[in-house]
């Protein structure tokens, strides 16, 4: 399932590691320890397109891509980024080189008020649709998800599938903050911040 990323640094260790901690380990009858192959990505970019989100009610469709989601207002000198590690048994080392990855998305969202709602059918649906690939690589993971939001911040939940391999699981956090609109007004672009944790549905043992 993993995209075999190697990387950490770019984005700093803390937001990476703190994803790391979240790998689920068991540990089997026969007392080997075995963690869940995951990949742990942090992003940052603007939605590429967006219904106008209303300052309450209605609802719409979205798409966001991590290489060319440049945002057009007050963060628009910041560059959209993707980064991330794959990691099986624990922490890289420290040496490890940074490693781009790229994430589209499409969607649909309903609004409660600004800032609050929903995408993809959450909190039970996951129609929400996303590849997530190392930049270069042609193995990529496809998410089926949904988001729930609250005052600006929401919980990812959803599924992943690597070619044959699915049955695995995406869990993460993101922040939308307004780009060009302020909720008083029509909201016509969002930045969104986050990380996410895409995890294998078989455990593998640790050497």
């Given at each position: 399932?993993?995209?075999?990323?190697?990387?950490?640094?770019?984005l700093?260790?803390?937001?990476?590691?703190?994803?790391?901690?979240?790998?689920?380990?068991?540990?089997?009858?026969?007392?080997?320890?075995?963690?869940?192959?995951?990949?742990?990505?942090?992003?940052s970019?603007?939605?590429?397109?967006?219904?106008?989100?209303?300052?309450?009610?209605?609802?719409?469709?979205?798409?966001?891509?991590?290489?060319?989601?440049?945002?057009?207002?007050?963060?628009?000198?910041?560059?959209?980024?993707?980064?991330?590690?794959?990691?099986?048994?624990?922490?890289?080392?420290?040496?490890?080189?940074?490693?781009?990855?790229?994430?589209?998305?499409?969607?649909?969202?309903?609004?409660?008020?600004?800032?609050?709602g929903?995408?993809?059918?959450?909190?039970?649906?996951?129609?929400?649709?996303?590849?997530?690939?190392?930049?270069?690589?042609?193995?990529?993971?496809?998410?089926?998800?949904?988001?729930?939001?609250?005052?600006?911040?929401?919980?990812?939940?959803?599924?992943?599938?690597?070619?044959?391999?699915?049955?695995?699981?995406?869990?993460?956090?993101?922040?939308?903050?307004?780009?060009?609109?302020?909720?008083v007004?029509?909201?016509?672009?969002?930045?969104?911040?986050?990380?996410?944790?895409?995890?294998?549905?078989?455990?593998?043992?640790?050497?």
């Amino acid at each position: 399932m993993t995209i075999r990323f190697k990387f950490v640094g770019l984005l700093g260790t803390a937001a990476v590691a703190a994803a790391l901690a979240a790998a689920p380990t068991i540990r089997a009858s026969a007392q080997v320890e075995m963690v869940l192959p995951s990949d742990a990505i942090v992003f940052s970019a603007c939605t590429t397109s967006l219904t106008p989100v209303q300052p309450q009610g209605g609802g719409g469709s979205y798409t966001f891509d991590s290489n060319t989601g440049t945002c057009h207002g007050a963060t628009a000198a910041v560059a959209p980024t993707c980064q991330g590690i794959s990691f099986v048994t624990d922490l890289p080392d420290a040496g490890d080189p940074a490693g781009p990855c790229h994430i589209n998305a499409t969607g649909s969202y309903v609004n409660i008020v600004c800032g609050t709602g929903t995408t993809g059918g959450a909190p039970l649906g996951q129609s929400d649709t996303a590849t997530v690939d190392a930049e270069g690589a042609t193995a990529y993971v496809t998410l089926r998800y949904g988001i729930t939001f609250v005052a600006g911040l929401g919980v990812i939940t959803g599924n992943a599938t690597a070619g044959d391999d699915a049955g695995g699981w995406a869990l993460g956090v993101v922040q939308i903050l307004p780009e060009v609109g302020n909720c008083v007004t029509p909201v016509s672009e969002f930045r969104a911040n986050g990380v996410a944790l895409v995890t294998d549905a078989m455990p593998v043992p640790l050497p």
